[in-house]
């Protein structure tokens, strides 16, 4: 599995339009062969941080989620609104169990 944390920031008021445009393209991304999980929060104690956390089965279902018109679309609206680069930290990650 592969687990990519996104930690970006906006201004404050930006941050409304940032996370509702990933919000729009969330069921899409999630609709994608191999996501497990497609996440946002929005940061309580700054309203100018924004999160991302996606899970995929594997490298090649991210490449392609790399290569898809949701992840442009979110280059192209979200990156000008950006104060500063993106942080991103993909993991390579083993399920050990999932407790309901």
Request: glycine share 6%.
């Amino acid at each position: 599995m592969i687990i990519a944390i996104i930690d970006f920031r906006t201004a404050a008021t930006d941050r409304p339009a940032a996370l509702a445009q990933l919000d729009g393209e969330g069921d899409r991304v999630r609709a994608m062969p191999g996501n497990i999980a497609f996440r946002v929060y929005a940061a309580r104690e700054d309203d100018t941080a924004v999160a991302v956390i996606h899970e995929w089965e594997d490298e090649a279902s991210l490449a392609g989620y790399l290569r898809s018109d949701s992840f442009a679309r979110f280059g192209e609206v979200i990156r000008p609104m950006m104060i500063g680069a993106p942080v991103s930290r993909r993991f390579r990650a083993d399920l050990l169990e999932t407790v309901a």
